[in-house]
Nanobody, 121 residues
Framework: QVQLVESGGGLVQPGGSLRLSCVASGSISRINAMRWHRQAPGKQRDLVATISADGTTYYANSVKGRFTISRDNAKNTVYLQMNSLKPEDTAVYYC???????????????WGQGTQVTVSS
């Protein structure tokens, strides 16, 4: 069994910062890509940022220059540092990981339960 658990969400004023964390646990052989997505009320879930196993990153245009994705492979953890937050960043943030379990040759998709980020004065 594999689990992804996010933390670090909350209420922050415009211009503020938050750091999200997502820890993967369980029978994990290897983690490939890790990503952060977000979903605002009434909208589809959008990709925010992705980081590959070798550290290559990609950002959505809406967060480029404000958000930073990173990972600690020893801790099976991905982070999202969010600076200069805007009200339009308000959403539930989900982490995703492409994981190969012990004893498997295949990569499977795993999602966290989501953490709420609210940017408001």
């Amino acid at each position: 069994q594999v689990q992804l658990v996010e933390s670090g969400g909350g209420l922050v004023q415009p211009g503020g910062s938050l750091r999200l964390s997502c820890v993967a646990s369980g029978s994990i052989s290897r983690i490939n890509a890790m990503r952060w997505h977000r979903q605002a009320p009434g909208k589809q879930r959008d990709l925010v940022a992705t980081i590959s196993a070798d550290g290559t990153t990609y950002y959505a245009n809406s967060v480029k220059g404000r958000f930073t994705i990173s990972r600690d492979n020893a801790k099976n953890t991905v982070y999202l540092q969010m600076n200069s937050l805007k009200p339009e960043d308000t959403a539930v943030y989900y982490c995703y990981a492409a994981i190969v379990r012990y004893g498997s040759r295949f990569t499977s998709d795993y999602w966290g339960q989501g953490t709420q980020v609210t940017v408001s004065s």
